[in-house]
């Protein structure tokens, strides 16, 4: 099983939709979460960090459900310029940090 | 904003060259990555560094070997290059445990 495991997609929604992706992570131990967006030939760019209590920052809402063990990002009224890829990063107690393999978007006018 | 540099967005290079790529961050951040990133492989850790002259390998390490002889810099070394070293290479860097990374533009390697 990999250590963090996001679903490929691609999730493919008009504008104005609502989408959530989950991320699942094996090490109970985590601690720092986030996530990414990365378009096309370019950097990953951080989105936003996870927070226990769950944070917001316009359109998107992150959630962390350590029960489970998975964190997720919700985007509401999508945009055609929200077509990227998405990547979970986690971190344990230790320097490394473990990012999925990502979830394509394609928002459609 | 934190500022992560690396030196050339493209190369292209030779089978046996001795490549370097070199990352550079402005926020006197301990810690600094190297990864490379390929079509349905995800981003893999080659080399970390924590401190100063300080480095510890990563998931893939063989073939490459690196050096972080001033804490700004963190430089990436192929010492005989390889066409499975094509690749995008991804430098980052990050503060304490509980800050994000923040990437550099990224390299993309091509070994002819």
């Known amino acids: 099983r990999k250590e963090v495991e996001q679903d490929p997609g691609p999730f493919n929604v008009p504008e104005g939709a609502t989408v959530a992706f989950n991320c699942t992570y094996s090490?109970?131990?985590?601690?720092?979460f986030f996530w990414y967006r990365q378009d096309c030939r370019k950097e990953p760019k951080l989105l936003m960090s996870v927070y226990s209590s769950g944070n917001e920052d316009g359109r998107f809402t992150a959630q962390l459900n350590r029960a489970s063990q998975y964190i997720s990002l919700l985007i509401r009224d999508s945009k055609l310029s929200d077509s990227a890829t998405y990547l979970c990063?986690?971190?344990?107690?230790?320097?490394?940090?473990?990012f999925g393999a990502g979830t394509r978007l394609f928002v459609k006018a | 904003d934190v500022k992560v540099t690396q030196s050339s967005r493209y190369l292209v290079k030779r089978t046996g060259e001795k490549v370097f790529l070199e990352c550079v961050q402005d926020m006197d951040h301990e810690n600094m990555f190297w990864y490379r990133q390929d079509p349905g492989l995800g981003l893999r850790l080659i080399y970390f560094?924590?401190?100063?002259?300080?480095?510890e390998k990563g998931d893939i390490p063989e073939g490459y070997s690196v050096s972080r002889e001033k804490k700004e810099r963190f430089s990436l070394i192929l010492e005989s290059a390889s066409t499975n070293q094509t690749s995008m290479y991804l430098c980052?860097?990050?503060?304490?445990?509980?800050?994000?990374?923040?990437f550099g533009d990224g390299t993309r390697l091509s070994i002819l």
């Open positions: 560094s924590y401190d100063v002259k300080m480095k």
């Open positions: 990063a986690v971190r344990g107690g230790g320097l490394k940090t473990i």
């Open positions: 090490n109970s131990a985590s601690q720092s």
């Open positions: 980052a860097s990050r503060g304490d445990n509980n800050q994000p990374q923040h």
